[in-house]
């Protein structure tokens, strides 16, 4: 169990500033595999099943390494950007 | 460029927790192909020159939709632990 501490600050969010747990300053990745050291995924295009998958580069999908179009309330929340990276068989 | 309010409350960090200053509020994706709405790319698989390519999902890469080993650098700055996606021919 946890216990809150009496000193233990807010954490609400203020204005331009986004309070992350436990990833340092400018990390892209809040919950992925944090216990890995580096999170490294191999794709054998041979054991591909379809003719087109797509592969998570925004660290916010729920079936991370694939894509689950996460990325697009990532980018509509914060005005990013970003997109999967497509393989063709 | 941000410009600091007077009334901007303090980015000393706090214990578990880091001050991110809000990278259009969250954004991973600092600079590569901004003037596009979503970067995606895409990997004929039939088309790999090599074994093995390893592909950028830090964003930091200079050659990317490669990853060009920057995701080091990145990890070691900020203690996150992304890395690329390999694909194996
Ligand atoms: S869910 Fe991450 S790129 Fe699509
Ligand atoms: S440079 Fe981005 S994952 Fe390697």
Chains 1, 2 share one sequence.
Do not use: M, Q
């Not at 169990?1 to 990833?23: D, I, K, M, N, Y």
């Not at 992925?32 to 916010?60: F, H, N, Q, S």
């Not at 689950?68 to 970003?82: F, I, L, Q, R």
């Amino acid at each position: 169990s946890v216990a809150a501490s009496p000193a233990a600050p807010s954490l609400r969010p203020r204005r331009g500033v986004v309070a992350v747990r436990a990833e340092a300053g400018g990390g892209i990745n809040p919950a992925i595999r944090k216990e890995e050291d580096k999170v490294v995924d191999t794709v054998v295009t041979g054991e591909l099943a379809k003719p087109l998958t797509a592969y998570c580069r925004c660290w916010r999908s729920g079936t991370f390494p694939l894509c689950d179009g996460g990325h697009v309330k990532h980018n509509k929340a914060t005005g990013d950007n970003v997109g999967p990276l497509l393989v063709k068989k």
